[in-house]
């Protein structure tokens, strides 16, 4: 699930991108062609194959009758020849690939996008750290809200404040001038997707050396539209925030002179990984890539 603005697109537009969108990643993961060495290697998801051993069984039919058939020239009975036997080589070397999923720890509250208001930035000072402490903070409407948000951050890092396994993923990124989008979301190589994955693949191993897996997921995301204002720290905060650089990240109310306020009970996070980037950098490798495709204006 995806937490955004209001788009500007009518409902059918939006309806129709999202399809051919699906519908283009679905084929992509279907039917997979790749290089290897000096030669290509075809991979076709599991299910259609009833009908690559429909094909084989075909072709080996024709191959075998072929012999009752009458051609006008030696040559042509050459070329029919080589012909079945170049699609029966084909048809060998088809690696299938097959689909797990794994389910990350998902919200047991109600999802209320209109109670997450915004999102700020800035620098803390510490007196015993002369470097200043990048401070990263989501603001909400409601203290109970935010707790219920604390605790799913939580799972998903494993019940550690101190996220040093990146389990928690954070990034900013740039739509325009005037706008960005943040996201948070679980890491899909978090230990327990691993230890699952693996279990799967050892398990189609008893089956097959060959087979391609497919790692699919299932996860809540959180995603916000934020103006860049005039008085917006968030540009500064970019040209000095420096990759890998951990950082608080902190869930407040809105308090007293519309200042983010602290929420009693609620610990800060300390995260050591924040992507900033311009949608134009985002390539199909980052999440936040199609999320954008199918949600965005």
């Given at each position: 699930?995806?937490?955004?603005g209001?788009m500007?697109?009518?409902?059918?537009?939006?309806?129709?991108?999202?399809?051919?969108?699906?519908?283009?990643?679905?084929l992509?993961?279907?039917?997979?062609?790749?290089?290897?060495?000096?030669?290509?290697?075809?991979?076709?998801?599991?299910?259609?194959?009833?009908?690559?051993?429909?094909?084989?069984?075909?072709?080996t039919?024709?191959?075998?009758?072929?012999?009752?058939?009458?051609?006008?020239?030696?040559?042509?009975?050459?070329?029919?020849?080589?012909?079945?036997?170049?699609?029966?080589?084909?048809?060998?070397?088809?690696?299938?690939?097959?689909n797990?999923?794994?389910?990350?720890?998902?919200?047991?509250?109600?999802?209320?996008?209109?109670?997450?208001?915004?999102?700020?930035?800035?620098y803390?000072e510490?007196?015993?750290?002369?470097?200043?402490?990048?401070?990263?903070?989501?603001?909400?409407?409601?203290?109970?809200?935010?707790?219920?948000?604390?605790t799913?951050?939580?799972?998903?890092?494993?019940?550690?404040?101190?996220?040093?396994?990146?389990?928690?993923?954070?990034?900013?990124?740039?739509?325009?001038?005037?706008?960005?989008?943040?996201?948070?979301?679980?890491?899909?190589?978090?230990?327990?997707?691993?230890?699952?994955?693996?279990?799967?693949e050892?398990?189609?191993?008893?089956?097959?050396?060959?087979?391609v897996?497919?790692?699919?997921?299932?996860?809540?995301?959180?995603?916000?539209?934020c103006?860049?204002?005039?008085?917006?720290?968030f540009?500064?905060?970019?040209e000095?925030?420096k990759?890998?650089?951990p950082y608080?990240?902190?869930?407040?109310?809105?308090?007293?002179?519309?200042?983010?306020?602290h929420i009693?009970?609620?610990?800060?996070?300390?995260l050591?990984?924040?992507?900033?980037?311009?949608?134009?950098?985002?390539?199909?490798?980052?999440?936040?890539?199609?999320?954008?495709?199918?949600?965005?204006?």
């Open positions: 699930m995806l937490l955004v209001n500007k697109q009518s409902k059918e537009e939006k309806t129709l991108k999202q399809r051919l969108i699906l519908w283009s990643n679905r992509r993961c279907d039917i997979m062609i790749q290089k290897k060495g000096w030669f290509f290697e075809v991979i076709i998801h599991e299910r259609f194959k009833p009908f690559i051993c429909i094909i084989k069984i075909v072709l039919i024709i191959g075998l009758i072929s012999a009752f058939f009458l051609f006008s020239f030696a040559f042509i009975a050459f070329l029919f020849g080589l012909g079945i036997y170049l699609l029966c080589t084909f048809i060998e070397k088809i690696i299938f690939s097959y797990s999923l794994y389910i990350h720890s998902l919200a047991d509250f109600k999802i209320e996008p209109n109670k997450w208001l915004g999102a700020f930035f800035g803390a510490d007196p015993k750290n002369p470097e200043h402490i990048p401070t990263i903070g989501w603001v909400m409407s409601d203290p109970d809200y935010a707790k219920k948000v604390h799913l951050l939580l799972r998903w890092s494993y019940g550690k404040l101190k996220d040093e396994d990146n389990n928690i993923r954070a990034s900013v990124i740039i739509d325009n001038d005037e706008e960005y989008v943040f996201f948070c979301y679980p890491n899909i190589d978090r230990k327990t997707a691993n230890l699952f994955h693996e279990d799967v050892k398990e189609r191993e008893k089956r097959s050396l060959t087979d897996h497919h790692k699919i997921f299932a996860m809540l995301v959180f995603g916000k539209r103006k860049i204002t005039d008085n917006s720290y540009p500064t905060f970019r000095r925030y990759d890998g650089v608080i990240f902190r869930l407040t109310v809105l308090g007293d002179g519309g200042q983010p306020q009693t009970g609620l610990d800060d996070f300390i050591f990984n924040l992507k900033i980037k311009n949608k134009e950098e985002l390539g199909r490798r980052d999440i936040e890539y199609d999320l954008l495709r199918i949600l965005n204006k």
